[in-house]
């Protein structure tokens, strides 16, 4: 079946510091990819999303790249700032189970000033 | 513009007692509506989603039910809590077209104590 794989956390870096959270998919179909972000005792936003091969989704300062080759959807921030402390989720979803998102484990990001 | 709100934001049950946990979207009709529970510190997992009224389809057996009695409206209930039923609970509205997105409520935090 589908899934989604995303490194572990928690990932704790320095303000400015560039940030990078691997997630790797598998999927039977042509899924689209998202990034969600989940700040504390919230619940999840769309961070950015790429429907199909080298599209790049980008918002925030935040960019990831659909690499059909390596079934990847790397997220990547140049400089991040304490506001980016959260836990951020890779998710996908194929064209015969629109909204049942199939979620990686979640990644905590922890920025300190 | 589109909104999702849930109820309650936080709830303290004992083992045994019932649950209504309630999720209102507004601003589109007959949506796709999904229920999502967040364990603590685990990724998201897919409890029920619904096309329709009356339509609900279960994803895991567990001690929860859902109802969808009005076509933005969507409950999720239980007749008697387990301790594992604690968890952050997530509604989900899809946003049709070809990316096929989730957007979440703010999510209800429930203790079964």
């Known amino acids: 079946g589908d899934s989604v794989t995303q490194m572990e956390g928690p990932v704790t870096l320095s303000e400015e510091a560039f940030l990078t959270i691997n997630c790797t998919y598998t999927?039977?179909?042509?899924?689209?990819l998202f990034w969600y972000v989940q700040y504390p005792g919230e619940g999840l936003q769309l961070l950015l999303k790429?429907?199909?091969?080298?599209d790049k989704g980008s918002n925030k300062g935040f960019e990831a790249t659909y690499r059909k080759e390596t079934t990847s959807f790397h997220l990547e921030k140049g400089s991040v700032q304490v506001s980016d402390s959260a836990v951020y989720f890779c998710?996908?979803?194929?064209?015969?189970?629109?909204?049942?998102?199939?979620f990686g484990a979640g990644t905590q990001v922890v920025v300190t000033p | 513009s589109q909104t999702i709100h849930q109820w309650p934001a936080t709830l303290v049950q004992p083992v045994g007692s019932p649950l209504s946990l309630e999720c209102t979207v507004e601003?589109?009709?007959?949506?796709?509506l999904y229920w999502y529970r967040q364990a603590a510190g685990r990724g998201l997992q897919l409890l029920f989603y619904?096309?329709?009224?009356?339509?609900i389809s279960s994803e895991v057996p567990q001690n929860l039910s859902a109802s969808r009695p009005q076509d933005r409206q969507f409950i999720l209930s239980s007749k008697k809590l387990l301790l594992s039923d604690s968890g952050f609970y997530l509604c989900?509205?899809?946003?049709?077209?070809?990316?096929?997105?989730?957007?979440f409520g703010e999510g209800s935090r429930l203790t079964v104590l």
């Open positions: 989900a509205w899809l946003r049709q077209g070809i990316t096929g997105e989730l957007f």
């Open positions: 999927a039977t179909g042509y899924p689209s």
């Open positions: 790429a429907t199909k091969a080298d």
């Open positions: 998710a996908l979803s194929t064209t015969d189970s629109w909204g049942k998102l199939q």
């Open positions: 601003g589109t009709s007959n949506p796709n």
């Open positions: 619904s096309v329709g009224i009356g339509q």
